[in-house]
């Protein structure tokens, strides 16, 4: 495997190194020795999947706050997504910012979300499948997001009108989450 800095500090690209024969390949995709010296999390106590119907389909910006902000490594094991995270470390020079990939079943890619990231995707085919390793544990009350559509964040989603939750659809901005003073963005 090898690891791979993206225009965002501490996110990174996870590409797979297969070794291939007439069988198919053989490929590490996590090495708890190889995450820690690159200062990546290797203690990944959860791990999701998402399943999602139809083309178009939008999940996010999720992300959990402080003290429960969570590390995630994220790959999309069947079809394909544009996957999305956005900076909202307070003290970070590329707050707000964000990055996108394409991550499909067959680039055999993941990417390393840290925490102080919010984090989602939109489904560039039916039947698409993401696969979640995370850490800390999932805590409910502790489950925040952003807007998709933030005009502060200008995210360039592939396919307008998008199949979204109501939830999802209804999320702050990032001001008004930045300015809320009972809010606690994830550090």
């Known amino acids: 495997m ?29 090495c708890a020795e190889t995450f820690a010296s690159h200062g990546l999390e290797t203690d990944f106590v959860q791990r999701s999947v998402s399943y999602n ?3 178009g389909t939008l ?10 902000a969570e590390t995630k490594i994220v790959r999309c094991t ?6 999305v995270l956005v900076d909202l470390r307070p003290h970070s020079a590329t707050f707000g910012r964000w990055h996108g990939e394409v991550l499909t079943a067959d680039n055999h890619t993941a990417l390393y979300i840290p925490r102080g990231f919010a984090h989602g995707f939109q489904t560039l085919e039916d039947r698409t499948e993401i696969d979640y390793e995370i850490t800390p ?31 999802d659809r209804n999320l702050a ?15």
């Not at 300015?179 to 550090?187: D, M, Q, T, Y």
Request: aromatic residues 12%; hydrophobic residues 45%; charged residues 30%.
């Open 59 to 68: 999940r996010g910006l999720h992300f959990q706050i402080s003290p429960h």
């Open 137 to 167: 544990a999932y805590v409910p009350g502790f489950a925040s997001g952003v807007r998709f559509d933030d005009t502060d964040i200008g995210i360039a989603w592939p396919i307008e009108a998008p199949i979204m939750s109501e939830r």
């Open 2 to 30: 090898k690891i791979e800095a993206l225009p965002l500090p501490d996110v990174f690209r996870i590409v797979l190194q297969p070794a291939t024969d007439e069988r198919g390949f053989f490929a590490r995709r996590f």
């Open 78 to 83: 069947r079809g394909a997504a544009f996957d």
């Open 173 to 187: 901005t990032l001001k008004e989450i930045s300015a809320a003073e009972s809010f606690r963005l994830p550090s």
């Open 53 to 55: 119907d139809r083309r």
